[in-house]
Structures are given as structure tokens and as C-alpha cells.
């Protein structure tokens, strides 16, 4: 069983450019969560989603970010006119969420953006 | 501000020692809690886990206490080893009208001595 994929590896990006984080959850999973986790600290939770559905953005700056899960195909964590501050590593992490608050979320291997 | 932290920003010990890397939390709604192993340059892995209704649970070499009163979780990692080198989160599963998140501490930076 494939774990959470994540591509690119490694993104760099000059300052305005676009970029584009692309998650494809575990085999049976529907739920992707993205967090964001700069240099010596801890993740932090940016957007929750569903299949089709935004379910907490609450995490996630009102612009220039923007998150989506389509129907087929991976989940994707948009950047728009990137900025120097955007230079972090990206984690998507995947649940089955069987039972509420109690599903464990495994995580991908991370995208880590420079933006230069 | 967060809801998880830890005591201790590193820790060093010696290969074969016992290692105990602390955290605490103060939502006491949560009711699901996660210790997560992180390695240079990879995602966090799950180690183990412990629901609220439980205040201790072993895996292999690992064991998670949740002290529910004082609101503060312990991993302990038996007969460390070199291998066990790397920074381990805590992380309390929030949840909210509906949603659930992960919120994480700053991390615990392990390291084992040869």
C-alpha cells in the first residue's frame, strides 16, 4: 500500500511566480490535510479537505493561497505571486476518517519551495 | 497561540539509555493524541498513538503516557539507539464544529550518542 505521494520533491520559484504542490492521499483515504512547517518549528495546519469540499481553511492565508481536492485526481495547494516568506516545507497527510477525532492522518514526504 | 508544547528543545543520550521526551497540551476537549518522529528532509511518521480514555499504551520499545489531570503527555523510547535520531512532535487532534487539525509542538531534537 502506497503511502501519501507528494511532487515535486523541491520547487524553486522567483519571487511572483506560481506554485503549484500536488498530494495523492493513501489508497483509501478521502480526507488530505495540508500544513506548513518552517525551519526548527513545528507544522502548522493550513487547509482540511474532502473530495470536492473545503471543509477548514481556517489555516490558510485569505490570499495568494488557495487549496482544492477535484473529484479525480491528486489534491493541489496552489501559491500565487509567491514572496521570499512563502520559502517553507509543505506536508500533505491523508485519514481514512472512519471515526471522527480519532483517525490517524500519515503524512507525505513534503514539498520543500524556495523562493528566490 | 498553540495548544501543544514540549519541555524540552533537545535531548542527548547515550545509546542504550532509556529516552522520555515530554509535551503539554492545553485543550482539554482533546481527546486524541499522536507522537510523531520526524528525520532530516522527510515527513513525520507516526509512532503511536493514545485516545483519552486510556492513560498508557506501549508499542515496540515506545510507550505513551497521557496524564489527563495535568494535562501532559510523555513518549519514552526504550534502549535507544542511533537509529532513534531525529525530532519528535507531539500533536493534539483539535476538534472543531465539524473539522479536525493536527495542532503540533515546537518538537524535541533527539539524539543518541554511540
Known amino acids: 500500500n502506497a503511502g501519501v505521494m507528494q511532487n515535486p520533491r523541491h520547487l524553486v520559484r522567483r519571487r511572483g511566480q506560481e506554485a503549484r504542490l500536488r498530494c495523492s492521499p493513501m489508497?483509501?483515504?478521502?480526507?488530505v490535510y495540508w500544513y506548513r512547517q518552517l525551519p526548527e518549528e513545528g507544522l502548522k495546519f493550513m487547509v482540511y479537505l474532502q473530495k470536492e469540499n473545503i471543509i477548514d481553511e481556517s489555516g490558510m492565508p485569505k490570499e495568494r493561497f488557495s487549496a482544492e481536492f477535484p473529484k479525480e485526481g491528486p489534491s493541489i495547494l496552489r501559491i500565487q505571486q509567491v514572496v521570499r516568506g512563502d520559502s517553507a516545507a509543505y506536508f500533505c497527510?491523508?485519514?481514512?476518517?472512519?471515526?471522527?477525532?480519532?483517525?490517524?492522518?500519515?503524512f507525505g514526504p513534503g514539498t520543500r519551495l524556495t523562493v528566490l | 497561540g498553540e495548544n501543544v508544547g514540549l519541555h524540552l528543545p533537545t535531548l542527548s543520550v547515550q545509546e542504550g539509555d532509556n529516552s522520555i521526551i515530554n509535551c503539554a497540551y492545553s485543550n482539554s476537549a482533546s481527546d486524541y493524541f499522536i507522537w510523531y518522529k520526524q528525520e532530516s528532509g522527510k515527513g513525520p511518521q507516526f509512532i503511536i498513538d493514545i485516545r483519552s480514555n486510556m492513560d498508557k499504551r506501549q508499542g515496540q520499545r515506545v510507550t505513551v503516557l497521557l496524564n489527563k489531570t495535568v494535562k501532559h503527555l510523555s513518549l519514552q523510547i526504550a534502549a535507544t539507539q542511533p537509529g532513534d535520531s531525529a525530532v519528535y512532535f507531539c500533536?493534539?487532534?483539535?476538534?472543531?464544529?465539524?473539522?479536525?487539525?493536527?495542532?503540533f509542538g515546537k518538537g524535541t531534537k533527539l539524539t543518541v550518542n554511540p
Open positions: 500533536a493534539e487532534n483539535l476538534t472543531q464544529g465539524g473539522s479536525e487539525k493536527l495542532v
Open positions: 497527510a491523508s485519514s481514512p476518517r472512519v471515526a471522527a477525532s480519532t483517525d490517524t492522518q500519515y
Open positions: 489508497k483509501g483515504h478521502s480526507h
